[in-house]
């Protein structure tokens, strides 16, 4: 009962650089999302997903892109990394939109 | 003004205290509310979603008052192991779970 997966836990960037996080989900859900997580501001939406195939933007979505070609995965990209998007991020799952969220343990990225 | 609003705290409580907190919302067409707790540096978890008739899990109480755009949870008889980031979260309206977070209620249940 894996649930949902982010690969890596740590990540350290050089400004510039791309990389992708992973997300995995093994429940089916349809929706998924990515989520940015910084000191003294709730977690804000980046991306998300209601299907494979199916993507649109959250409320910060400059500076990563999406895909979502299989319902299992759901990656994030930095294109370029800046030192602005040093932060926790996670990714989450859920059944329907209305039904409980489940997130994956976060990636911590420093880009410096 | 924030989308959702909490009181960060901390709230420092002996345990067995009754302790209550609040949250406020700007969207009154919101659709559903929940609230998560959070341990240092780890995921959210669903605590326990927020009816409007008001609903109760063991020692966790949770409001929601619609006119108000107010929502509160209560904590009974806290342990020790009630410490956490307590997180007010609220659906957007439209499609997709796009889910607004507050900044979180810090808890420290002391001996």
């Known amino acids: 009962n894996a649930g949902v997966t982010q690969t890596p836990k740590f990540q350290v960037l050089k400004t510039g650089q791309s990389m992708t996080l992973q997300c995995a989900q093994d429940?089916?859900?349809?929706?998924m999302s990515w989520y940015r997580q910084d000191p003294g501001m709730g977690l804000r939406l980046i991306h998300y997903?209601?299907?494979?195939?199916?993507?649109d933007q959250g409320e910060v979505p400059n500076g990563y892109n999406v895909s979502r070609s299989t319902t299992e995965d759901f990656p994030l990209r930095l294109l370029s990394a800046a030192p602005s998007q040093t932060s926790v991020y996670f990714c989450?799952?859920?059944?329907?939109?209305?039904?409980?969220?489940?997130f994956g343990q976060g990636t911590r990225l420093t880009v410096v | 003004r924030k989308e959702v609003e909490q009181d960060p705290g901390p709230f420092n409580v002996p345990e067995g205290a009754t302790v209550a907190f609040n949250c406020t919302y700007s969207?009154?067409?919101?659709?559903?509310f929940f609230w998560y707790r959070q341990d240092c540096r780890k995921e959210p978890k669903l605590l326990m979603s927020?009816?409007?008739s008001g609903n109760e899990d063991g020692r966790f109480t949770a409001q929601l008052n619609r006119a108000s755009q107010y929502i509160s949870l209560l904590i009974r008889d806290s342990k020790l192991s009630d410490s956490a980031t307590y997180l007010c979260v609220v659906k957007r309206p439209g499609g997709g779970n796009k889910l607004t977070f507050g900044t979180g209620t810090q808890l420290k249940v002391e001996l």
């Open positions: 989450a799952s859920s059944r329907d939109q209305n039904t409980e969220a489940f």
């Open positions: 969207n009154s067409a919101s659709q559903s």
């Open positions: 997903s209601v299907g494979a195939g199916i993507t």
């Open positions: 927020v009816y409007s």
């Open positions: 429940m089916n859900h349809e929706y």
